[in-house]
């Protein structure tokens, strides 16, 4: 899908996008984050990011530990070579994702073309904690180009921050799904 058509639902509330879920600083500004959960539900609040390394949050607590253990590996090598990967958003509970929905339905008019872009709680890999958003984009970028040597794979064509467990270390990486 063209960038230039890209529109999706951020995590607070639905406006078109400048980035992932969630929404990070600018290239060159400084990390955002607390070391506090943020809620219960895994949100990240909008514009701002938290470390992988964050294991307070619940939304890096409730992550797939493999996932998690190779985020955090990506992480250190990436900011080996002046990258800094930071998360947008990891696990959510059913009810955020419920609401993420909710919000991209209300946003497109559309249940058809809100699924584009947000799944169901029951189709979420966030809810599973089986999936991770980093940014900024050159993170995300990245971890497109070297995710593989950690078994992270892009999952989804339009969304360049989403992240699973597609492989295994230093395999390949299937092709992303378009959405």
């Known amino acids: 899908m ?6 999706l639902v951020t995590a607070c509330a639905p406006e078109p996008p400048t980035g992932p879920p969630g929404g990070v600083a600018p290239a060159g500004a400084p990390p955002t984050g607390t070391s506090a959960p943020v809620s219960g539900d895994g949100s990240i609040p909008k514009n701002e ?15 797939d530990p493999g996932l998690l253990a190779a985020v955090q590996k990506a992480t250190v090598d990436a900011q080996a070579r002046g990258v800094e990967l930071r998360v947008t958003s990891g696990w959510r509970s059913k009810d955020y994702q419920q609401r993420l ?3 991209a339905i209300a946003l497109y008019r559309s ?21 991770i958003d980093i940014g900024p984009t050159n993170a995300a ?4 180009r070297n995710g593989a040597d950690y078994g ?22 299937p092709q992303p799904i378009a959405n």
Request: aromatic fraction near 8%; include cysteine; proline fraction near 4%.
């Open 2 to 7: 063209a960038a230039a058509a890209l529109v």
């Open 111 to 131: 249940e058809e073309e809100a699924l584009r872009w947000v799944h169901p709680p029951e189709k979420s890999k966030h809810v599973t904690g089986e999936a």
């Open 101 to 103: 929905l909710d919000e």
């Open 141 to 144: 970028d990245w971890l497109i």
């Open 49 to 63: 990011s938290i470390s992988v390394h964050d294991t307070g949050h619940v939304g890096i607590a409730n992550l």
């Open 152 to 173: 992270l794979c892009q999952a989804y064509a339009n969304e360049m921050w989403h992240f699973e467990l597609l492989t295994t270390p230093g395999g390949e990486c």
